[in-house]
Every structure is written in C-alpha cells, then in structure tokens.
C-alpha cells in the first residue's frame, strides 16, 4: 500500500500542544463519531472479530457464493462524503477542518484509495471489497506491519468477515452502498495518512490510543494474525479447528498433559517476511539523472525556510518529485493518478534546466546556481556510512505572532560495522497569550536500530524486529562544477545534514 502523510503532516503546525500526540494521528479523523455506519459494528466489532477468527476451519471453508456488492461513484458523490466529514469536523476541531478542507481540495483520496489496491484482487468499485480493504489496514496498523497480505488472505476476510453481512443494509441497499463504500474509502485513506505520519514521529502507540470507538479494538486486532485462512487467533496451527491450548487451560485439570509446545516452522505467527523484491526495476533504465531543488517551507514557530526536495529526471522529459519510497519500488503509472502534482517536464540547455510542474508554470533554473542541484548516489561498493545526520523541523505560528511553536527533531546515525541507531523527539510550546492558559509537551519517540544496505539511490533499514523497509537515498552537492557532499544527505524525502 501506498503511503500519503501529506494530508496529517499539513495538520501539524496548528495542533493544539497539549494535544499533540493524540491529534497527529486522529485529529482529522474527529466527528466520524457522528457519521457512524449502520451495520458497520456488525462486521468488525471486537466480538466479530474473535467468533469469526475462531470458526472451525470447515466453516470457513464452506462454499459461499461471492456477493457482488457493485456501486458507482461519482464527483458529485466524492465531494459530498468530504464535506460532510469536514462539516462534522468543524464541530470539534475547527482549525483542523479548515486544514483538511485545504489538503483534499489538492488531493484525489479515490485515486490515492485505488492505489492502496494495486496488486491485489480487490477492485475499488465493490462495497465488499472496500470493506476487506479497511478491515485489513486496521489489522496492519494495530500490529504496526507494512506487510501486504497474499490474495487468499483478502478473499477469505472478504468471505468470512464480509460475505454474512452482504445481505444486510447498507451493503444490500444500491441506494445506500455507495455512499457506505465513499465514506470507507475516504476512512481508509485518512486512517493510514494518520499512521504513517504517527510512525514518523515515534507517537504509534499515542495514535491508537486516540482512535475513536468506530474502529476495530486495537486489542481484539492483535490477538489475531492474519494468514490464508484470513484472520484466525495467533498461536493456531494452520488448518486447525480452533487455537491450540495453552498450558494455564492443561494444567488446571488433574492429571493432563502439557500440550506438545507448536514448533516454529508450524506456527501462524512467524518472523516477519523477508522483503520482497522490488517489482519496478526498470523505472532506473529510464532514469536521465537526480537532482534537487530549493523549496519554501514551515520551520519551528511557522518561520519560512530553505528546504530541499529530491526530483528524478527521465529521459521521456517528464519529472518525478520522489516521496520516501525508493524508485524500484514505486508503481509510476498508479502514483501519476494519486498524485499528478509530483510530475511535470523538463529541459535543457547545457547548465540551464527549465523545469513545469502540474500547474504548467516554468521555472527557468541554472545547475549549481542556488536553487538547482545535482544529486548523488552512494559510489559503486559503497556500503557503508560512518556518519550521523540530524533534521530539525516543525511549525506553529509563533514566528508570526501567534502562540504555538512545535519542533520535531529526528536523528540517524550510521556505523561502519553495518548498524544504525535512529532517535526523535516532539516539542510543543503554547504561550498562552490568547488564551491567558500556557502549555508545554515533549516527547522522545521509541529509539529504533538494526541494519542497513546501501545501493547507489537505496537504503535499506533492517530493524531488529526483522522487518524491512527500502528508502530512497541521495548525497548532496556543492560547488561547480558538482562534487558529492556526503554532509548532505536525503532519507527518503527528506534532506539531513551533520550535526555541527
């Protein structure tokens, strides 16, 4: 699944400080409280999640006959399910409205949900389909795994968590199916953007705590794994009818035997996945070079700053400005509907590069001038780093008179031997002089170390847990004509530098 922070990250300059941690995940996903589903509950209520998940694995298996739940969308449609959640927004948190009216007024969440499904089995314009969607990114996201699950995973939560409800309204309604199905997707969309905004700044655990009543109880989320058989309890061996004793329940009764403990090879919950080969390689045989660009943006107190934003040219003249994902791995033809503001054209005369983005403006631009720059890829062999990179940023408005001044430090430090360690912290000052009531947060987020690989533009972080995840990867440039600056770094997005 696609990651978008974008929509969440826009939030954060103007989040009350004192509740920060709650409101990166969950503030723009405030007054769904009051647009609660009809019939929702009785699909993925805690109590429907653990009797399905314990159904004898011959009734799971029972033929059931797909029920096609078909629906159409419309503009029309799409605007009115997000004005109605920004109108029920308004009433709790309406500077956040006001944010989120701005950011879906840029971003298309159907094109962004549609990409969610690529890969898969699922189609975007099935009710039931949609509903899988959603019930299996809440799995991801209580457990906190990237981990996409295999097509006869999602057909037997379709079949065991959707199918029983299909009669019932409002998935057996026409009338009604598809604004149920608009207001899932635009959940699903706003549910995994608060996610991944919650994982970058350490504040996962604060993210589920604030989640509101309508989702799936994180704890009834995690005692279950999800496996071909969709979602069944963890410690079940595949196949079996129902969860394998534990030795509490054995022991208790006179003379039982201690169950055979399930071995490693035969349990549901494994290690995590090894990473999987990347499926769009040939995106570099197009690739005419790497570069980037000054950008304005919002620092600490909402002052304006210099930041740097990567950009991948191609040969075909088109321009990609690339988010966190490394190239191989991003679908370029489902990323240009997601997101057509990140692609434009390009040209060039010798040092003179004349760059249009979506909005077809020009900007006429001189390599090494000041505000264009050559990127650089780690050397052939390279592999290591013995360097530690550090990025302050933040928001508020205090730089503008205002009350509220957040800072967000984040920190990576690469070791020779192959080992990183990584460290964050949130900080938020409200002043109180509006309000006449001054408030002040910190938070450090959970340190993270392991592994990592370096390959030309890619990083791989290796966790100590296991799990993995590719970045894109650039050095930095200065002087001209260009030489790496190795001072300079971009980690996914975003540029770091070394501490002073």
């Known amino acids: 699944m696609t990651p978008t922070i974008r929509l969440v990250c826009a939030l954060l300059p103007l989040l009350p400080s004192g509740a920060l941690a709650q409101d990166v995940g969950a503030s723009i996903l405030q007054g769904l409280q009051q647009q609660q589903f009809q019939g929702l509950d009785v699909a993925i209520g805690a109590q429907s999640v653990e009797d399905t998940a314990r159904l004898p694995r011959g009734d799971a298996e029972r033929p059931v006959r797909r029920a096609a739940l078909p629906f159409t969308t419309s503009a029309e449609l799409r605007a009115a399910t997000i004005g109605r959640h920004i109108q029920a927004l308004r009433a709790t948190n309406p500077i956040a409205a006001v944010e989120v009216a701005r950011e879906m007024a840029k971003h298309d969440y159907d094109a962004i949900f549609r990409s969610f499904l690529t890969q898969t089995d699922l189609r975007a314009d099935d009710a039931g389909d949609v509903l899988t969607a959603f019930i299996v990114l809440q799995w991801m996201v209580a457990n906190n795994v990237e981990v996409d699950p295999s097509p006869t995973a999602l057909r037997a939560i379709r079949r065991r968590m959707v199918e029983p409800i299909a009669g019932k309204p409002p998935l057996s309604r026409p009338a009604t199916r598809a604004a149920f199905a608009e207001q899932v997707k635009l959940r699903t969309v706003l549910h995994h953007a608060g996610w991944q905004a919650a994982r970058r700044l350490g504040l996962v655990p604060d993210f589920l705590a604030g989640l509101s009543k309508d989702f799936i109880p994180v704890a009834s989320l995690r005692s279950v794994a999800i496996t071909d058989e969709g979602l069944v309890p963890k410690g079940r061996r595949p196949g079996s009818a129902g969860p394998a004793p534990d030795a509490d329940s054995a022991g208790g009764r006179a003379g039982a035997t201690a169950p055979r403990p399930v071995p490693a090879a035969d349990a549901v919950v494994s290690s995590p996945a090894p990473l999987a080969e990347p499926r769009h390689t040939a995106n570099w045989s197009a690739v005419e070079g790497v570069y980037f660009r000054a950008a304005t943006g919002v620092g600490v107190g909402g002052m304006v700053v210099i930041e740097y934003e990567p950009l991948i040219l191609f040969r075909d003249g088109s321009s990609y ?135 030309h533009h890619t990083l791989t972080l290796i966790g100590e847990d296991g799990r993995s995840r590719r970045l894109f990867f650039a050095y930095g440039s200065r002087k001209d004509p260009p030489q790496p600056d190795r001072d300079m770094a971009f980690i996914g997005a975003s540029v770091f530098s070394q501490p002073d």
């Open 321 to 455: 400005e690339i988010d966190d994902a490394a190239l191989e791995d991003v679908d370029l033809t489902a990323e240009r509907i997601a997101e057509p503001r990140r692609f434009g054209r390009w040209t060039r005369s010798g040092n003179r590069f004349v760059l249009t983005g979506a909005d077809g403006k020009p900007q006429d631009n001189t390599l090494q001038g000041g505000s264009f720059f050559k990127a650089y890829p780690a050397d052939a062999g390279e592999r290591a780093i013995a360097r530690t990179y550090r990025r302050l940023s933040g928001g508020g408005n205090s730089a503008m008179g205002g009350d509220v001044m957040i800072s967000v430090a984040s920190r990576y430090a690469f070791r020779a031997d192959g080992t990183y360690g990584r460290g964050g912290a949130v900080g938020a000052v409200n002043s109180g002089a509006t309000s006449g009531a001054g408030s002040a947060m910190s938070r450090r987020g959970a340190p993270e170390g392991g592994r990592y690989a370096l390959d």
